[in-house]
């Protein structure tokens, strides 16, 4: 297997997130009940005349521009003649030699280096529906729902630079993460609005057959699935035998790759002109004006966050996962200028609990999170109560001064009644006072970890540590 090299092109498809279909009306939320979200024109009723959704175009524009593709002023759109259950027309709108733009990269860090990943073109068609196959008495049925049929779904094809499943996740998640910054897409695997095909060949100096990979449902499944397939060219090359152009169906559960059917050409879906659409003309001012409002993308807000903040690069990561994240670090920063202290803050507990509400929806204020960050560093908390605090602030959507009063959660930095707990502490625990007076160091530490836990943690440590070091040498003279 070294002797070869692997080629993998991908083909993504996004459902763009519109809140009606590309040509007509219909709502495309995701769920509604079956074939609720339908009207004559997504059912390809004859007679029907499609209307181009202007906020499809600009969201595929904007997306093509932050891939750095070419936007073609001429575009066209084209019929993919096929037959299929869950396409009523019959034909797909969709676009061939024409797309709406051209070219561009996507850049991947992989081992450290930098790759280009080239990008073969950016176009825009319409989804089709979905087929249902019933389940238990329904076994014998499929049922059809068109809610989905006429969403408009953009189709990035990247060039076949992609050497390694490694880079293929890499690729994908980055192109994400763009996509959801430009808030084009909302890119659920799950929910099937982002979709990746893979085309794959092996070959030693150029490329040999190529087989085309569907229903890789997951990031994880990609990898998987682009694994399993190199190995079984693999196999088949070194047995001498030869590898059949197909499209190949993914079996997550038996781990495996299975032949659906033989790889259609272009020329098998008889594309023409879509006669009932003009060709598309887009403007340089157009262009030039969704360009001005793009928002600052990943990679630029990444290198900004190291610079601006002087943020280590793991840091300005994690904050860069998420545009959300990002902003809300942000302005948390402005009301608590300490970048590097927030970073922990948020890059610790925080998104743990996000993770665990499963939404990026922050509900906390960043001003209570200044708020909170300010106590720490005054002293008034200690950073684990600073925790306690923060979860309470999660669960509660109450305000640090309000959880400090209702939980008394101020330290303890009254000398006065930390010193009674002090001689308390040591009384009952001789041994390791014992252990003190013996010369093991190591029995303050237990000492005050004693008297933390009296206190329920609210013990000042530094305090804590101050004190039982003078309670024992009050009591039984200097430490050896
Ligand atoms: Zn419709």
């Not at 682009?226 to 997550?252: H, M, P, S, Y």
């Not at 903040?309 to 998420?322: H, I």
């Amino acid at each position: 297997m070294d002797s070869y090299k692997v080629y993998i092109g991908l083909e993504v498809h996004v459902e763009l997130s519109t809140q009606s279909k590309f040509f007509c009306g219909c709502k495309t939320k995701f769920g509604a009940t079956p074939n609720t979200q339908v009207c004559p024109v997504c059912l390809g009723f004859p007679g029907v005349l499609p209307v181009i959704n202007k906020k499809a175009l600009e969201y595929t524009i904007a997306c093509a521009l932050a891939l750095n593709s070419k936007i073609n002023e001429n575009s066209r759109f084209a019929r993919k003649n096929y037959y299929y259950p869950d396409l009523p027309k019959n034909f797909q709108i969709s676009q061939y030699e024409e797309p709406i733009a051209t070219g561009g990269w996507i850049d991947i860090e992989i081992n450290g280096q930098t790759k280009k990943i080239g990008i073969e073109r950016v176009h825009l068609e319409e989804d089709a529906g979905k087929l249902i196959h019933g389940e238990g008495e329904d076994a014998e049925w499929s049922f059809v729902d068109c809610n989905r049929a006429g969403i408009p779904l953009m189709e990035i094809v990247s060039c076949p630079e992609i050497n390694s499943p490694d880079e293929a996740y890499e690729y994908l998640t980055i192109l994400r993460r763009i996509l959801r910054y430009l808030g084009v897409s909302d890119c659920n695997m799950e929910e099937g609005s982002l979709r990746c095909d893979a085309n794959i060949s092996l070959g030693k100096a150029e490329m040999g057959t190529k087989t085309e990979i569907k229903n890789m449902n997951s990031f994880k499944e990609l990898r998987e699935g682009l694994k399993v397939e190199i190995q079984r060219q693999a196999n088949l090359l070194k047995k001498g035998e030869k590898i059949i152009q197909e499209t190949r169906f993914w079996d997550a559960k038996k781990k495996k790759t299975f032949s659906m059917r033989g790889k259609e050409e272009a020329h098998d879906y008889r594309y023409f002109p879509e006669p009932d659409l003009l060709p598309l003309y887009i403007d340089d001012n157009w262009t030039e004006r969704i360009k001005a409002n793009l928002p600052e993308l990943p990679q630029h807000r990444f290198d900004r966050f190291i610079h601006e903040y002087k943020l280590p690069s793991y840091d300005a990561g994690v904050l860069t996962e998420s545009r959300e994240i990002a902003d809300y670090f942000e302005r948390c920063v402005r009301l608590f200028p300490k970048p590097k202290m927030v970073s922990n803050w948020i890059m610790g507990d925080f998104m743990r609990l996000i993770k665990q509400e499963g939404e990026v929806k922050i509900k906390i204020h960043p001003a209570e999170v200044a708020d909170l960050l300010k106590e720490v560093e005054k002293g008034t908390l200690s950073t684990t109560l600073a925790k306690e605090v923060m979860e309470i602030m999660f669960k509660s959507g109450k305000g640090v001064t309000q959880i400090m009063e209702e939980k008394q959660l101020q330290q303890i930095t009254d000398k006065k009644s930390l010193e009674k707990a002090a001689k308390q502490v040591i009384e009952e625990n001789q041994k390791a006072v014992g252990d003190w007076q013996k010369g093991k160091s190591q029995a303050i530490k237990f000492l005050v970890g004693q008297l933390m836990k009296k206190t329920k943690g609210r013990a000042n440590p530094q305090l804590a540590n101050e004190l039982i070091e003078k309670k024992l040498k009050e009591l039984f003279g200097a430490s050896s």
